[in-house]
């Protein structure tokens, strides 16, 4: 069963009349309201977007680098060695 929320906040948009009548159309193939349809389609891409920002895309040759980068990482170069001694005197002088 589903559990329906407490509707708080209003949005608004403009659309086209051309629009409207495919989304009016997509609404009652589906058996909803224009706005239930506008509503769960505006969700879905919602997600679907803050999921997309999650995951990563590589390349193989992208893939085989960050593999060889993991099991074979480089020696730390001079910059690293302080930037690593300055964060360890930060923390240090913190406590």
Partial sequence: ????????????????????????RAAEIQGRSVSDFVVAAAQEAAQRTIEET????????????LMEAILNPPEPNEALRKAADAYKRLVTESR
Avoid at 56 to 63: A, T
């Fill in 1 to 24: 069963m589903a559990v329906q929320q407490t509707r708080t906040a209003r949005l608004e948009a403009r659309i086209s009349p051309d629009t409207l009548s495919v989304v009016k």
């Fill in 54 to 65: 999650a995951i990563i895309r590589l390349s193989m040759e992208d893939q085989r680098a």
